[in-house]
């Protein structure tokens, strides 16, 4: 039996993000002690920031590598990609975490955030998001139980292990829902959203998008921990399951193309204002470009492609989701918002946390794959002599 | 140590079923119990209304709201704050000066507004006060490239006193004057030298109108009145040929400060800071008329304002105050030569009647060039606060002089409505729009809320009794305002009185849509 | 039944006494920076209800006129507040006003963003923030009364009643007088509501947003909630039959890499 040993690895750069995450920590609490006025630049005509804009729905949308890896991985059975599964797996939940931490920050009467639970108001969009993304946290514990027990309470593995099936259907069936609800959310600024935008598809938008960001964030923060844990990444693995966001993508682009024109808003894209320029910012630099690499075998086989893949894909991505809340919404809010310095570091913050935990927990518990990486050597041999 | 498994398996299957039935049970009941918790706690409500709104559903009321205050008013501002939808506003408005409601609806671009001020009087808690205007004469004051010329209005000086404790209607003349200085205005004039000059012009142009010498027709309507003349131009400019071309006193004095007084003393008329002390709010409107620049012509510089700033009683009272000066203290000062005479007739222009009394008077020493008779130095018939009064006076070598006075517009527009019918058998005509006449004005002390005609008789007997009192009681016994005429207006409606004492009127009567007939 | 106002902008000569009554009855503050009258009022978090003054060209010879909106919430039929809601803090009351529930808020603000009108407005400053707009006092109409505001108009601008009365009403105005746009605003928009405006001068001058979707707002999410069970169902249906499948799939293997492994043995 190995002792439990605990590792905490100290750089400067994770000095600095110690740093980062006790400032917002104690911002944090500045802003419930405080209220909104005074530590956010949110108003009656703004009165969704970027603590919902991002904290929320891009980090919603990022967190999805977990549920995407793990439909393809666990369900569909693609054993290929098992190694970075529990990975995506983790950044998934640390992101829900920071995500539901975010929103408690940004809801006015915070003590009231159980009333949902009892007092549906079941018309909401937002019930549906609220009721999904509680479940699904609490799956993910759940689902990161196995991999905890297996260093700390050892006793209650085999319960974890009795579990997951049906915590692995329910983890793939709730982000579907929630994840387009975000998108839906919106649904109901019709009139309001800048028609680039504004869809009765948004909620599959959204959907589709959450899940090609998947193998795209799995990408970049494989390429990440491994520079900081010193592994090597699992090229072969990457750019094998980025073809899969590829395809996506293009699914995404035809029918995002048929909805403009459907609407007759294919006019706007190139008209040269903001929004347009925006949209085609979104739209060649997060879609168009990322495909290209995606099936140019060259780009996708090299290192320099798959980060670049992953970068831009993800950057298009929050640049999607702050179009929808910000810019899509200025023409008609007029008035003025940027977020203050409390609101900036207290997502830095945040983000740090997240980081913070994310290597922790690779360096104390069995995330990365040294003996998986073994079995899955057996495994293939397995197969191809069968 | 498979069966030990198995027993374990057992154990962990059953006691995982058992949990989750258990929580499953707690949420259902915690869901049913929280969807049927229909708190009925709700968000505003626990306020009041006033007696009048409540139970009263859609039942019709007798007063409901306020009046209307256009943002730019110059004459009156409210405080919401202060607000209390007592209805006071609108009942005056609309019942005592007929004004509100008596346009029809949709407006086009102007509340209808005569600025009378009675609003502010009647308003329990003074949401409705007059603009202030305090600050931009302190300013002046503390100019010392500015020479700041005020004067006062008979009515002023009858009420100023009420301010400070004393009983209505206490007179406080010197007293007000050596306020005014000590509060370091240049020059302190009076009204009452105007008032006097305006019995010479109006009686002229009265006689010239019965005798034919100009064409125009009777009755006369005097003009001294800022709210009685806009509510002409609003309801009756059709009348217009009626009212007598004279400025008011103020206007009138205004324009010789910065004409004759100025080129008297030597002094650049753009350096003048002309103020006065009124009992009116309508006069903070009177001197923003664009005509009211005859000084500015005079001088070739039409920017150039006959009146700068016009203090009601109750400001006068509230500087005075601020800068600890006690009026009951003081001693009774002297008015500046040149601009500062007045006589008995002038004095009672402050109530109802008075202007007319000292008219009459002014008109039978013209005609015929003798002393007034007794009684028409006590006219009875035009004093007191009867809405509508009318008199009759015997000229010798003329007839029968016939004159109405009125007060308040309701008793106004009787008065008006039966001149366009052709029933009013009159020469000349009083208007005052404030009930009482100026003693009653909208920027009087508000020793009673709403006015009382006990606060108002007070104050009229007292400009009776001090008209009573004075040797010089007629206009043309102002030795200042003969002066005035030998050395720069020449007579009465010269070519440079015309210009400096006369004016013409605007027709507001397309500014709203009349009342179906 | 449900109750309605009706505003008829014609007869509005702002003075304001609807907005007194309104913070009067309600007991909000009033605050020098935010007035509730005048070109530069508007909505907010004390002010329930504006009048708002503008000026218009009306016609063709382009001449000014004044006129005076008041402004406030709508108090819509099926009101996208109450629909976005997700704890019930907002409901439509069968007598009418859609009422806030401090209680049940969590203060996501997601009323104001769903609100086609930008009615409600929050407390920023508070640390225990509300919500809040007009409630078109619901103990006043509960008790036989109409709301604070038309009890107090002197004009008879606002009109209180039945909800089909009141429509009736403004449909005989408009057609009787022809001085008025054939058109009541709050009929079709979003859905309907319950104040309804009439006027002699076109809404888009007067600031009313006209390009409002007449189906009623909540229609679109009710549309995207319903498909959810039916989503879920068959999407978990799927994902278990995939599931079961490829274990089933991997378990075979396994047997049979097993079974060759003791076949190599027994070699």
């Given at each position: ?11 400067p750069?994770?000095?600095?993000l110690?740093?980062?995450?006790a ?31 991002f904290?929320?729905?891009?980090g919603?949308a ?12 666990n369900?569909?059975?693609?054993k290929?990609?098992?190694?970075i ?23 006015g009467?915070?003590f009231n955030?159980w ?8 018309t909401s969009i ?8 509680s479940?699904y ?5 759940l ?24 915590l ?19 649904v ?14 948004l909620p599959v ?5 959450s ?11 494989s ?6 844990t ?5 090229y ?5 399951l ?11 682009l035809a ?6 024109f459907y609407?007759?808003?294919a ?6 204002n ?19 690499i ?11 492609g ?5 970068i831009?894909?993800?950057a ?9 809340v ?7 809010i007029g ?14 913050g ?12 690779v ?24 | 140590m ?19 039935g ?15 918790a ?12 006033p ?10 009321a007798?007063?409901?709201?306020r009046?209307?205050?256009?943002p ?14 007592c ?5 005056v408005?609309q ?6 409601g008596y ?8 509340i ?18 007059e603009?202030?205007?305090?600050d931009k ?39 007000q ?5 000590r509060l ?7 009204t009452?030298?105007?008032a ?20 125009k ?69 009177e ?7 005859s000084s ?49 007739g ?19 020493f013209?005609?015929?060039e003798?002393q ?6 006590q006219?009875?018939p035009?004093?007191g ?7 009759a ?10 004159v ?9 527009r009787?008065?008006l409505?039966?001149?366009?019918k052709g029933n ?58 003969l ?17 400096l ?6 027709n507001?009567?397309?500014r ?6 | ?9 014609t007869?509005c000569?702002g003075?304001g006494?609807?907005?007194v ?20 009022s ?26 005076f909106?008041?402004?406030q ?5 099926e ?5 976005a ?15 806030y ?11 104001m ?16 923030p ?8 619901p103990?006043?109409i ?8 038309t ?26 007088d022809s001085?008025?746009?054939?058109h ?18 076109p809404f ?9 979707t ?8 009710e549309n ?29 293997a ?10 190599k043995?027994k070699?």
């Open positions: 039996m190995a002792t439990k040993n605990w590792s905490f690895r100290m750089t750069t994770r000095a600095v110690i740093a980062l995450a400032i917002g920590g104690a911002l944090m609490i500045a802003r419930l002690v405080l209220g909104l006025g005074p530590t956010t630049n949110l108003n009656d005509q703004w009165p969704w920031g970027m603590w919902i804009g904290d929320v729905l891009t919603v990022l967190a999805g590598g977990g549920y995407s890896t793990c439909l393809m991985v369900i569909m059975g693609i290929k990609f098992a190694p599964a529990r990975a995506a797996m983790l950044t998934s939940l640390i992101g829900y975490l920071l995500v539901m931490v975010g929103l408690f920050m940004d809801i009467r915070w955030f009333r949902p639970f009892v007092s549906w108001g079941h937002l019930f549906e998001v609220f009721w999904c993304v479940l946290t609490t799956v993910q514990l689902e990161f139980g196995e991999v905890a027990t297996e260093k700390v309470g050892k006793r209650w593995h085999k319960v974890f292990k009795k579990m997951l099936p049906a692995l259907i329910i983890g793939v069936l709730l982000p579907t829902l929630h994840q387009s609800s975000l998108g839906s959310l919106y109901i600024e019709i009139g309001k959203l800048y028609p680039l935008w504004w869809s009765v598809l938008f959204f959907l589709l998008s899940f090609f960001v998947g193998p795209a964030m799995v990408t970049v923060e390429l990440l921990s491994a520079r900081a010193g592994h090597k990444p699992e072969g693995v990457l750019q094998s980025i073809k899969v966001s590829g395809y996506l993508m293009v699914v995404y029918l995002k193309i048929i909805d403009l609407r007759g808003a006019g706007l894209v190139f008209l040269g903001l929004e347009g320029n925006m949209f085609l910012l979104e739209i060649i630099g997060g879609i168009i470009i990322p495909i290209i995606c099936f140019t075998p060259k780009l996708r086989k090299s290192k320099g798959l980060a670049a893949f992953g831009l894909t993800v298009g991505l929050v640049l999607n989701r702050m179009n929808v910000f810019t899509g919404m200025s023409d008609y008035g003025s918002y940027f977020p203050s310095a409390i609101e900036w570091l207290v997502s830095i945040l983000v740090a946390m997240g980081v913070l935990a994310y290597l922790f927990v360096e104390n518990f069995n995330i990365i794959p040294k003996e998986h990486h073994q079995a899955y050597e057996e495994q293939d041999a397995v197969r191809h002599s069968a | 498979d069966e030990q498994f198995k027993l374990e398996k057992k154990v962990t299957r059953r006691s995982f079923l058992k949990m989750m258990g929580l499953g049970l707690a949420g259902i009941t915690a869901s049913i119990g929280g969807n049927m229909n708190a009925s706690e709700q968000t505003g409500g626990r306020g009041w209304l007696e009048q709104y409540q139970s009263s559903g859609t039942w019709p007798q007063v409901r709201g009046v209307p205050i256009a730019g008013n110059p004459s009156i501002a409210r405080d919401d704050k202060k607000c209390i939808l209805g006071q506003c609108l009942e408005c019942k005592t000066q007929t004004v509100f346009y029809d609806l949709p407006i086009i671009d102007d209808v507004c005569i600025n009378c001020g009675q609003c502010a009087l009647w308003c329990p808690t003074a949401a409705i006060t603009r202030d205007d305090t004469v302190m300013q002046a004051l503390q100019d010392p490239d500015k020479y700041v010329v005020v004067q006062t209005a008979p009515a002023t000086r009858v009420a100023l006193g009420e301010e400070f404790g004393l009983a209505p209607g206490t007179f406080v003349m010197g007293q004057v050596a306020g005014l200085k370091g205005f240049d020059a302190v004039f009076d009452n030298f105007t006097d000059l305006t019995i010479l012009e109006e009686a002229t142009e009265l006689i010239k109108r019965i005798k034919g010498d100009i064409n027709p009777l009755p006369q309507f005097t003009s001294c009145s800022p709210g009685w003349v806009k509510f002409c131009e609003y309801f009756y400019p059709d009348l217009f040929p009626h009212m007598s071309t004279c400025k008011s006193p103020q206007q009138m004095l205004g324009a010789l400060v910065k004409t004759y007084f100025a080129k008297k003393k030597g002094i650049a008329p753009e350096k003048i800071y002309s103020v006065a002390i009124m009992p009116c709010t309508a006069k903070k409107f001197i923003q008329r664009p005509e009211m620049n500015g012509h005079y001088w070739d510089k039409p920017s150039l304002r006959d009146m700068d700033a016009v203090l009601t009683t109750r400001e006068l009272a509230r500087m005075l105050k601020k800068k600890n000066i006690d009026l009951t203290t003081l001693p009774e000062e002297k008015y500046d030569p040149l601009l500062g005479e007045g006589t008995g002038a004095l009672i222009f402050g109530a109802t009647g008075g202007v007319m009394e000292a008219a009459v008077r002014g008109a039978y013209f005609i015929t003798q007034p008779p007794a009684n028409l130095l006219l009875n035009v004093r606060l009867e809405g509508v009064k009318e008199a006076v015997d000229v010798p070598g003329v007839g029968t002089l016939k109405a006075v009125c007060h308040g517009m309701k008793n106004g009787k008065v409505d039966a001149v366009r009013a058998p009159y020469h000349f005509i009083e208007f005052m729009s404030c009930p009482g006449g100026c003693i009653g004005g909208g920027g009087q002390p508000r020793s009673a809320v709403p006015p009382s005609d006990e606060v108002r008789m007070a104050r009229i007997n007292s400009i009776y009794q001090a008209d009573a009192r004075m040797k010089k009681r007629e206009a043309h016994e102002n030795a200042e305002v002066a005035l005429y030998n050395d720069f207006l020449q007579h009465p409606m010269s070519h440079l009185a015309e210009e004492l006369h004016t013409d009127y605007t507001r009567g397309k709203f849509i009349p009342l179906q007939a | 039944m449900s109750k309605a106002v009706l505003v008829d902008i007869k000569v003075c006494s609807c907005a009554a309104c913070k009067m009855w309600n007991d909000l503050e009033y605050r020098q920076d935010s007035p509730i009258m005048g070109k530069e508007k909505l907010d978090a004390e002010n329930w209800t504006n009048v708002k003054m503008v000026e218009i060209e009306k016609g063709p010879e382009k001449e000014t006129v004044w006129r909106v008041k402004n919430c709508l108090h819509c039929e009101p996208a507040c109450a629909s809601c997700f704890s019930k803090a907002f409901q439509k009351s069968k007598d009418g006003p859609v009422v529930n401090p209680t049940l808020c969590v203060g996501c603000r997601y009323c963003l769903a609100c086609p009108f930008d009615v409600p407005k929050y407390e920023w400053s508070k640390v225990i509300l919500v809040r707009k007009c409630q078109m006092c103990d006043r509960r008790d036989g009364n109409s709301p604070a505001c009890e107090v108009c002197p004009t008879g601008a606002l009109t209180f009643g039945e909800h089909n009365q009141v429509l009736n009403k403004a449909r005989e105005t408009i057609n009787k001085k008025y746009i054939k009541i605003y709050g009929e079709k928009e979003a859905g309907g509501t319950s104040w309804l405006y009439i006027s002699d001068v888009d001058k007067l600031g009313f947003r006209t390009d409002v007449t189906q009623p707002v909540p229609r679109y999410t995207i909630m319903h498909l959810t069970p039916a989503v879920g169902l068959t999407w978990g249906a799927l994902l278990t039959g995939m599931y079961v499948y490829n274990r089933r799939r991997n378990e075979i396994k047997e049979e890499h097993s079974k060759k492994k003791n076949d043995k070699k």
